[in-house]
């Protein structure tokens, strides 16, 4: 589990395809929409943007499906 992301960095997480890499963009704090999902963020319980490497595909995450990568 990570707690403390940044935009930049540099993060993994699990899809159905397996270990996807990208960047952190920005750390979500409302309730917000994103490809017909809606992540409940809020203050206490933030999300993460995450965009992948591969893909340039953007999807929202919480702390704990991330990891920083090295």
């Keep these: 589990m990570t707690k403390n992301l940044r ?4 993060v993994t997480w699990g ?3 397996g270990q996807t890499k990208g960047v952190v ?3 979500v704090t409302a ?3 994103i ?7 809020s203050e206490a319980n933030p999300e993460y943007k995450v965009r992948s490497d ?3 595909a953007e ?4 702390p704990g499906s991330l990891r920083k990568a090295r």
């Design 35 to 41: 490809k017909g999902h809606t992540a409940k963020a």
């Design 54 to 56: 591969k893909t340039g």
């Design 15 to 17: 899809t159905s395809q």
């Design 7 to 10: 935009p930049g960095d540099k």
């Design 59 to 62: 999807a929202v995450h919480k």
């Design 25 to 27: 963009e920005a750390k």
């Design 31 to 33: 309730t917000t929409k």
